[in-house]
């Protein structure tokens, strides 16, 4: 599928380029910026007030333990055991339970496409993911190595830190593992158990790290590692978050992450939301949007080693979402955003999600659709999310709402 965006805004971290044209090429960009030409008839699509952003790249979520309410009755926690013992006696797991594990996951799909995110890492082991990962409405990182976490009751999630380490050094792949998510010794010596047993490199992607010390954000900074940040989920199970600002001045690549919604956000907006509410109550500053949009785009692609994706250039994937908002502000207006705003979608070239000014594209590129209210606002979906809703709610034989996925037919 060929086609452009014309007189868009592309919005990067560094750059801001008002009356820019996209030129996608099947599942590439082949041209962006001001001057971006083909010499080639294409269906051209007017994008005159609109914000091209890379697509979101959430860097943690469990897609299985994508329900709703939050669990947590005994908060704040220990550690991550003492926070899974809750959920797994709570009534809402048992409801959950009752659901087909495809939905789950693809309901934690569509709780991150209707939020602009593309690209999601789902932490779980591979030949888990493999059974769910067909046919989703966003794309899951399938190049990873991985540990659980990195103490002795760990969940056995592949094959040994060393092992797993060293496999992503050798295929520059991303070697990913919880750590520093709690309190007791063990968990708060995570990192130097990482270090005396050589996985901390560029390689290793560190997710929470609430509990790291100086001594292990100075190790985290020698060896180029990166931590997930997920500001949600942390400061509800713990009251307590990654020392970010601190991360940040010493130069380590902090990427983001929703969690999944029984601990963390209900969707990337409230993740947005309390990212800067957190750091301006924590250090009397405001953190820069900016670089909360470098954490989802150029940052996480760093992070996840997908060096064709965060960016919106020449050659890159066509991962793109569309806002609407103020192009001498655009950083606001990402920070910012609630459904209403994603105006547009683009996976892999293929428009996927949009708000319904774009029905005549989706007809024009005979792409099918859904017609849905997304709270409130009506919008259009290649894929069946209210088919899957309908299962949902007859595995668990009410009318469960779910905030994270606030759809109706239109
Ligand atoms: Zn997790």
Redesign the pocket.
């Known amino acids: 599928m060929n086609w452009e965006m014309k007189n868009v805004t592309i919005v990067s971290p560094e750059s801001v380029q008002n009356r820019a044209n996209v030129i996608i090429k099947g599942k590439k960009i082949a041209a962006a910026g001001r001057n971006a030409k083909i010499d080639e008839e294409l269906l051209s699509i007017d994008c005159s007030d609109l914000l091209a952003f890379p697509g979101f790249i959430d860097c943690?979520d469990?897609l299985l333990g994508t329900y709703w309410p939050r669990v947590g009755d005994r908060r704040p926690y220990l550690n991550w055991l003492e926070w899974d013992n809750d959920l797994k006696s709570a009534p809402v797991y048992a409801e959950r339970q009752q659901i087909d594990s495809a939905d789950l996951y693809q309901m934690g799909g569509y709780r991150h496409l209707l939020c602009g995110v593309t690209s999601v890492q789902d932490?779980i082991p591979h030949f888990v993911r493999e059974l769910f990962a067909k046919n989703m409405p966003i794309k899951i990182v399938s190049q990873f190595a991985m540990a659980h976490s990195v103490t002795s009751f760990a969940l056995a999630w592949g094959d040994g830190i060393e092992k797993e380490h060293a496999l992503a050094v050798q295929r520059n792949i991303p070697f990913i593992t919880?750590c520093s998510e709690g309190f007791d010794t063990e968990t708060i010596h995570s990192v130097e158990t990482l270090h005396k047993r050589g996985a901390l490199s560029k390689q290793t992607v560190l997710?929470h790290g609430i509990a790291l010390s100086d001594h292990d954000i100075e190790l985290l900074a020698e060896n180029a590692c990166h931590v997930v940040w997920c500001p949600v989920s942390n400061l509800y199970m713990f009251s307590r978050t990654a020392p970010v600002k601190k991360l940040l001045e010493k130069g380590v690549n902090v990427v983001l992450g929703t969690?999944s919604p029984m601990s963390g956000s209900v969707n990337l907006f409230e993740e947005l939301t309390v990212a800067k509410e957190y750091y301006a109550e924590a250090y009397g500053k405001d953190i820069p949007d900016k670089l909360l949009l470098q954490m989802l785009t150029t940052g996480a692609a760093k992070a996840m080693c997908l060096p064709d994706y965060g960016e919106i250039a020449d050659n890159k994937v066509a991962d793109l979402v569309l806002l609407d908002g103020d192009p001498q502000d655009p950083y606001s207006a990402f920070t910012g955003m609630n459904y209403e705003n994603i105006k547009l979608v683009v996976i892999d070239g293929r428009p996927k999600y949009a708000s319904e000014e774009f029905i005549s594209v989706f007809e024009a590129m005979n792409i099918p659709f859904q017609k849905i209210l997304v709270n409130g606002h009506r919008k259009i979906l290649d894929g069946d999310v209210l088919g899957l809703l309908d299962r949902v709610r007859q595995a668990v034989k009410f009318r469960k709402q779910l905030d994270f996925l606030p759809v109706e037919p239109w």
């Open positions: 943690h469990h932490h919880h997710v969690d």
